[in-house]
């Protein structure tokens, strides 16, 4: 993959792709590239980030500590996604943690360098609200669900938007990643114990099939229907 902005395809996939070639080569070289190993964190709760990340490889898991001291985890970024815009509108520290789930592969942009561009490209500046628009409604959606849905609903839910996310190979398993029963219970908001179980009726009913950490939904129709309460 090039290490220059302008040809990175990558960019097809975020905001940067609003950006014009001029001032792709001006981020290009600014930029740093940053190799993540799996459990390691990209930056955590109280900290300045400073700019953003542009995912070029794996798969980060954003986590909130709640205060019975449970990550809960918010959201999953992986290859093409960009986290830390909100850095650019507010000199707040960070109120979230990101941690590698697999090795990534990550490029850090200042935040003097996409503020330039946010004040001089509209189309750039509408690219990026309207992402954070979407994360914000996502929020609201995980927000609901943890209000309103059962766990097995929850954990329902989770499975069908991880294989819609998630590339696979031919033995339909998802190929960037594995995620430990933990993650499953901190995306779901329950207790590992809890989600283990359930994963188990789960594979009992059929509606998927488990290889180790591997997770192959098997039953879509049965999962939905389960997810919407039916």
């Excluded at 200042?110 to 979407?134: G, H, Y």
């Excluded at 943890?146 to 339909?172: H, I, S």
């Excluded at 188990?200 to 509606?207: M, V």
Aim: charged content about 30%; glycine content about 6%; aromatic content about 6%.
């Amino acid at each position: 993959m090039s290490g220059k902005c302008e040809q990175c395809l990558v960019r097809k996939f975020n905001s940067l792709k609003a950006l014009t070639r001029e001032e792709l080569v001006r981020v290009s070289n600014c930029k740093t590239t940053k190799y993540v190993k799996k459990g390691e964190m990209l930056f955590d709760e109280g900290e300045h980030i400073n700019g953003v990340y542009c995912i070029r490889s794996g798969v980060c898991k954003v986590s909130k500590m709640s205060d019975n001291g449970r990550d809960q985890i918010v959201n999953l970024v992986k290859h093409g996604d960009l986290i830390g815009e909100r850095s650019l509108v507010n000199n707040e520290v960070s109120n979230l943690k990101a941690v590698a789930v697999n090795d990534m592969e990550v490029c850090f942009i200042p935040k003097e360098e996409v503020l330039r561009d946010l004040e001089k490209n509209p189309n750039f500046t509408m690219s990026v609200l309207q992402n954070m628009a979407i994360s914000l409604k996502n929020a609201d959606n995980v927000i609901v669900d943890m209000a309103q849905k059962t766990v097995k609903q929850r954990l329902a839910a989770t499975l069908l938007f991880l294989e819609d996310q998630f590339a696979k190979n031919e033995e339909g398993e998802m190929m960037e990643t594995n995620f430990s029963r933990e993650d499953i219970a901190n995306i779901i908001g329950t207790a590992t114990e809890s989600a283990i179980r359930l994963l188990s009726e789960f594979k009992k009913k059929k509606y998927i099939e488990l290889k180790g950490k591997k997770i192959n939904v098997l039953d879509r129709k049965s999962l939905k229907e389960l997810s919407e309460g039916f």
